[in-house]
């Protein structure tokens, strides 16, 4: 039988119909997660990440630099590395993956939009996110139980509050191992690692994304205020 959608269906966006209940008992107890990793290095979050979720985990990394990369492989060389080629990366970004694929020798995953997805300058931002970033994400995480992001806390004001563990809109595990990291241990992993770092952060940019939308930072205070830097929009909507 065909069931014909409601408007409410077609106009409410399909992760606020969806609860944001954990959905592995890895997680039953999120708070206290929460609490033990807060001054965890990111390492042993990881490497409970790994134990957890075995081959249902992956991460996901823009290739702003190599931080998660560095520390996710050396605790699992085998962990999937999902990469979302927008087609609007800077060709410094692209630099950066060729040369984290040659030295850390990734499972690397690469998702690129269908030949028909919205365009920045047609469809405008919220479109073009939504399938050259969003659609890919979701794709990418088909079938899995848990992904782990690179946010940070100092990336940003909105981000401020990231927890280390969390539940996204699909329900599934979202671990961002870096979220409360000090940024002078981080830039110490960073320096003693040799960890590889966008050229962009050397030409003044604080935050990197794909071209058309982003530029040095409007407010020294916020790193990210150069992205969307045209409008009131701050995330892609991958992290909701
Ligand atoms: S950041 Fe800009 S170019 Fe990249 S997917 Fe979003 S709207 Fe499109």
Redo the contacts with the bound molecule.
């Keep these: 039988m065909t069931t014909q959608n409601t408007t409410l269906e077609r106009t409410v966006p399909v992760f606020l119909r969806r609860p944001r209940t954990p959905s592995h008992p890895a997680v039953a107890d999120i708070d206290g997660l929460n609490e033990r990793f807060e001054a965890a290095h990111p390492e042993t979050i990881i490497r409970w990440a790994v134990d957890a979720f075995g081959d249902s985990l992956c991460l996901t990394t823009s290739f702003q630099d190599t931080l998660l990369v560095d520390l996710a492989t050396g605790v699992d060389p085998e962990v999937e590395v999902v990469f979302l080629d927008?087609g609007?990366h800077f060709a410094e970004t692209l630099r950066v993956a060729r040369r984290a694929q040659a030295r850390y020798r990734l499972n690397l995953r690469v998702e690129r939009p269908d030949a028909d997805a919205a365009d920045?300058w047609a469809d405008g931002?919220a479109a073009?996110?939504g399938s050259?970033?969003v659609e890919l994400l979701d794709r990418a995480l088909a079938g899995r139980a848990a992904w782990m992001s690179g946010l940070r806390r100092d990336d940003g004001p909105q981000r401020a509050r990231t927890p280390i563990v969390e539940v996204d809109r699909r329900g599934l595990v979202k671990i961002n191992p870096l979220a409360a990291w000090p940024a002078a241990e981080a830039d110490r992993h960073v320096a003693e690692h040799d960890v590889i770092r966008n050229p962009l952060f050397a030409d003044g940019f604080t935050s990197v994304?794909?071209w058309?939308?982003t530029e040095r930072p409007l407010d020294e205070t916020d790193p990210r205020s150069g992205r969307?830097a045209d409008s009131a929009k701050t995330e892609?909507g991958l992290h909701l």
């Design positions: 927008t609007f920045v931002q073009c996110c050259r970033k994304g794909c058309p939308c969307w892609c």
